[in-house]
């Protein structure tokens, strides 16, 4: 199914604009708005072409023009033909940075028809920005497909009473476009999905998924998907997913400094570069962030408009407490973590051996008897290892507050008061 395009009275500068063929070649006022944005992203032309890319894209599709028309019959039809369509949209961060080349690259995935993989599997850590690339790649393709789903949330929904079956009849409604029947059981869920999904070329993305069980009762059928149809999964456990055959894994990285402090600065000053006075004092939160989008959006919008001396409290209570809201994040991973030696092995990495060398913690772990790497496979599995500077510092307040009594001391003024007592 592909998307209709209505063109009337669209306004460009004062002049009203009804043929489409202005969008696609970009002239006229379009063509002087681009070397606007050209001019203001110079350093990221990858995304000005995106969008000269998009215009032509929507220049091409079928449509409507009104001409000299009746308006009012005009959007009427329209109206009956956006209720068969029912497009749903979602949102995107306003200042989406520095992830353009992992949008590309899915895309790219989604629209070759060369690649065999069925699933592509964006891992990464929490806070990272995992669902923000998917609702963009959905987004950008969606109307490409003739079923389309994008399930959120799976592992948080899953736990609900009834939460897997709830998903998979969200997932046939959204495939028929239509409410599906009841679903009394997960096993009547799947075969259901399997009869919609063999007769029809599908885009399905699955938001944060942790359990196999629940990617296989929802669309575990892979080998019986139409061709042509692909199925995103974001997770923060990347060994979550067992595919039938071949899948691609991309990697949600941190930001780079330069991307951080952009992104920073949107949030905490409405620009792209920090306000002058205050630069020292961004690019120190920066580092502090540590490339985590979560972190540096939530930081810089609780110190927008902020005086000096509120940033300096700000940066002092950085170092010693983690941001709560950012910790509540984090520290999801860990609560899923399988039993208590494995978390006892997270918090004993995140207090003492967070940049050591891997072979040396092994060994030095295995001689406590812990059977340590294997434990540590599924840790870097789940992207707690080796460690971002937020996970680390999650890990080592869990540790503090789950043992009062000291049981792990890592800071040098903490050792020495305890060793005075």
Not at 232 to 258: F, H, M, Q, W, Y
Request: proline share 2%; aromatic share 10%.
């Amino acid at each position: 199914m592909l998307p209709l395009a209505w063109w009337w009275g669209i306004a460009t500068n004062g002049n009203i604009l009804t043929d489409p063929s202005q969008v696609g070649r970009q002239t006229g006022s379009f063509s002087a708005a681009f070397v606007e944005h050209e001019k203001s992203f110079n350093e990221e032309m990858e995304r000005v072409n995106g969008w000269r890319i998009a215009l032509k894209e929507v220049a091409d599709f079928a449509g409507m023009v009104l001409g000299d028309g009746y308006e009012a019959q005009f959007v009427q039809s329209s109206g009956i033909i956006l209720k068969k369509l029912d497009c749903k949209i979602f949102h995107v961060p306003l200042h989406f940075i520095g992830r353009d080349h992992l949008v590309k690259y899915i895309n790219s995935w989604l629209r070759d028809g060369t690649y065999g993989a069925a699933i592509a599997i964006l891992y990464g850590i929490g806070g990272v920005g995992k669902a923000a690339i998917a609702k963009t790649v959905y987004n950008q393709n969606f109307h490409k497909f003739e079923g389309r789903s994008f399930l959120s949330n799976v592992r948080e929904r899953s736990k609900e009473s009834n939460g897997v079956v709830c998903l998979q009849w969200q997932l046939l409604s959204d495939i028929l476009n239509k409410t599906a029947d009841e679903i009394h059981d997960v096993d009547e869920g799947i075969i259901k999905i399997k009869d919609a999904l063999c007769c029809r070329r599908t885009l399905i993305v699955l938001d944060d998924v942790d359990i196999w069980y629940h990617f296989n009762a929802i669309v575990g059928m892979q080998n019986l998907l139409s061709q042509g149809s692909k199925i995103i999964v974001t997770t923060r456990n990347k060994a979550s997913i067992v595919a039938d055959g071949e899948c691609v894994k991309c990697k949600a990285e941190p930001l780079d400094n330069k991307k951080s402090l952009e992104l920073f600065s949107w949030h905490a000053f409405g620009q792209a570069c920090p306000v002058e006075d205050f630069l020292e004092d961004s690019w120190r939160i920066v580092c502090h962030c540590n490339g985590l989008p979560l972190d540096l959006r939530v930081i810089g919008s609780s110190l927008s408009r902020k005086s000096r001396e509120v940033w300096e409290s700000a940066l002092h209570e950085m170092e010693v407490i983690p941001n709560f809201q950012v910790q509540k994040v984090l520290a999801t991973s860990y609560d899923y973590l399988v039993d208590d030696y494995q978390k006892n092995l997270f918090l004993d990495i995140a207090c003492f051996f967070n940049g050591m060398d891997y072979n040396y913690a092994v060994r030095i772990l295995d001689g406590l008897g812990i059977g340590a790497r294997f434990r540590i496979d599924n840790l870097i599995d789940r992207c707690l290892l080796w460690m971002h500077r937020r996970i680390r510092d999650m890990g080592r307040e869990i540790a503090r507050q789950e043992s009062p009594k000291c049981q792990r001391i890592w800071h040098h003024v903490e050792g020495r008061n305890f060793l005075s007592n």
